[in-house]
């Protein structure tokens, strides 16, 4: 039987891990992160897909790609406000659940109007609460 050393094995997963952390605030004196970060609930629901993500980048400026089409848009407030620009996403057909989570997605990014960043998980606030971790969505 051959044995796998695990010192190696254990620093390879915490430099894999490492890789999918947010890095500095977008704005000096902000709390939030940023880099990827892939959505795991909307409202009181969860999202087990993790097919939907978004990138908060260093001129606050955020984009993503939801279960069928990417958008972006420009923050217009400061953390811990958050308010949007207008969304453009691009006009792939989608139907179905994707197309429902999509709309329901977009709609609650447009009015949302705050934003934190606590314990590793991402809130954006708004009528409907969008819940994110650091990472990446998962491909279909």
């Given at each position: 039987m051959t044995r796998i050393p695990m010192i190696?094995?254990?620093?390879?997963?915490?430099?894999g891990l490492a890789a999918c952390e947010p890095t500095t605030p977008a704005?000096?004196?902000?709390?939030?992160?940023?880099?990827p970060y892939v959505l795991v609930g909307i409202g009181s629901d969860t999202v087990p897909q993790r097919n939907v993500g978004m990138t908060?980048?260093?001129?606050?400026?955020?984009?993503?790609?939801g279960p069928c089409n990417s958008y972006n848009?420009?923050?217009?407030?400061?953390?811990p406000g958050f308010t949007l620009g207008p969304l453009v996403s691009t006009r792939v057909g989608c139907s179905g659940r994707a197309g429902q989570l999509e709309q329901r997605y977009f709609a609650a990014l447009q009015a949302a109007n705050g934003i934190s960043f606590e314990g590793g998980v991402l809130t954006i606030k708004g009528p409907t609460y969008l819940t994110y971790e650091p990472g990446y969505r998962k491909e279909k």
């Amino acid at each position: 039987m051959t044995r796998i050393p695990m010192i190696p094995v254990a620093i390879a997963a915490v430099l894999g891990l490492a890789a999918c952390e947010p890095t500095t605030p977008a704005t000096p004196g902000s709390t939030i992160p940023t880099g990827p970060y892939v959505l795991v609930g909307i409202g009181s629901d969860t999202v087990p897909q993790r097919n939907v993500g978004m990138t908060i980048n260093p001129d606050g400026s955020v984009s993503g790609q939801g279960p069928c089409n990417s958008y972006n848009a420009t923050q217009t407030s400061e953390p811990p406000g958050f308010t949007l620009g207008p969304l453009v996403s691009t006009r792939v057909g989608c139907s179905g659940r994707a197309g429902q989570l999509e709309q329901r997605y977009f709609a609650a990014l447009q009015a949302a109007n705050g934003i934190s960043f606590e314990g590793g998980v991402l809130t954006i606030k708004g009528p409907t609460y969008l819940t994110y971790e650091p990472g990446y969505r998962k491909e279909k």
